[in-house]
């Protein structure tokens, strides 16, 4: 069973940053496009960046455009998520995911799912 495993997360005060990781121990993520999801308290999972996984193609949702980076060092079998200027509608858990296809923010084509990692921005 292919497990990834979130980490970053935390409290934050508006404006802050956090650098999420997302890392897949024992399993390969080269041929995989990765995508990083939130699911805040009471809303559905939403899809907010992805990158492919041979040019490294970025795509981004409206809501983090401009704020989060999204980036992958397959050397080290992670990817990342930088987030900047942290606003409180950013509060949730963020999951990354894996998916053979081509990257699309969409929860229902991802083959493999991490647990999660909380965050909270708050002043």
């Known amino acids: 069973q292919v497990q990834l495993v979130e980490s970053g997360g935390g409290m934050v005060q508006p404006g802050g940053s956090l650098r999420l990781s997302c890392a897949a121990p024992?399993?390969?993520?080269?041929?995989?496009?990765i995508g990083w999801f939130r699911q805040a308290p009471g809303k559905e999972r939403e899809g907010i960046s992805c990158i492919s996984s041979s040019e490294g193609t970025t795509y981004y949702a409206d809501s983090v455009k401009g704020r989060f980076t999204i980036s992958r060092d397959n050397a080290k079998n992670t990817v990342y998520l930088q987030m900047n200027s942290l606003k409180l509608e950013d509060t949730a858990v963020y999951y990354c995911?894996?998916?053979?296809?081509?990257?699309?923010?969409?929860?229902?084509?991802?083959?493999?799912w991490g647990k999660g990692t909380l965050v909270t921005v708050s002043s």
């Open positions: 995911a894996a998916t053979s296809l081509i990257c699309q923010l969409d929860t229902y084509v991802m083959d493999y």
């Open positions: 024992g399993f390969s993520l080269d041929y995989y496009a």
